[in-house]
């Protein structure tokens, strides 16, 4: 069962060694070095404590404090002004905490929110392959919205993005499992 999340700011949990797996081999990350207490305060900084741009940390029963099982992040799609209403999210989990619903919870929680800031799409993209991201994406109402290919170069390969959209409000009554 996942705890309430919060925002974190200036909190290099993302140093922890119980993220540092997320910057692992797989593509699912287009981060290809582990990060610094520095690079990670530096992430940190993106984020606010208000509005639509959001960073939320997942923590699970059982874990000791100041140990995370993952994060959730909404920023900017992109920068010209006419894109305010639209947020780029994302979620990471540490391997000891995925598959049983901590994602579905914890990302969801983010959507909540970023609606209840007023924004009207949120997208998503996912670095192929990645079964668990897409069914996520998709058990949380986002659609397909075309892929990108070879748009990331990795492990000595280029890799495909597909985009996933979620149009914002949208009712949480659809949502299940919960
Ligand atoms: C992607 C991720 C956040 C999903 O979170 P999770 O807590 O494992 O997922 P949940 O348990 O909430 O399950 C959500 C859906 O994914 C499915 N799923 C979970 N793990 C899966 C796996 N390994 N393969 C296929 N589907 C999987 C579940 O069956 C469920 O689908 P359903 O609603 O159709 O039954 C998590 O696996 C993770 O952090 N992975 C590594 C980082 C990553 O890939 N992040 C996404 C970057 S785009």
Redesign the pocket.
């Known amino acids: 069962m996942a705890l309430p999340s919060g925002p974190h700011r200036g909190r290099p949990a993302g140093t922890h060694p119980h993220l540092q797996p ?1 910057r692992r081999a ?1 593509v ?2 287009f981060d290809v070095e582990p990060f610094t207490v520095d690079a990670r305060r530096t992430w940190f900084e993106h984020y606010a404590e208000t509005g639509p741009h959001r960073l939320l940390v997942a923590q699970v029963e059982g874990q000791v404090d100041g140990q995370v099982a ?1 994060y959730a992040t909404s920023g900017p799609f992109r920068l010209k002004p006419a894109y305010a209403r639209t947020v780029e999210t ?6 000891t ?11 969801g929680e983010l959507l909540d929110l970023v609606t209840a800031e007023g924004m009207h799409r949120a997208y ?4 192929l392959p ?10 949380l109402g986002f659609r397909d919205a075309g892929t990108f290919t070879d748009v990331g170069w990795k492990q000595d390969r280029w890799v495909e993005v597909r985009w996933y959209e979620r149009a914002l409000p949208w009712d949480t009554a659809a949502r ?2 919960d």
Do not use: I, M
């Not at 994302?90 to 391997?95: A, G, H, N, S, W």
């Not at 998503?124 to 670095?127: I, M, P």
């Not at 990645?130 to 058990?139: G, K, T, W, Y």
């Open positions: 997320l797989d699912a990350t993952g994302t979620v990471y989990l540490d391997p905490a995925t598959g049983r619903g901590v994602g579905s919870l914890h990302y998503a993209g996912v670095a990645n079964d668990a991201s897409e069914a996520l994406h998709r058990r299940s499992g």
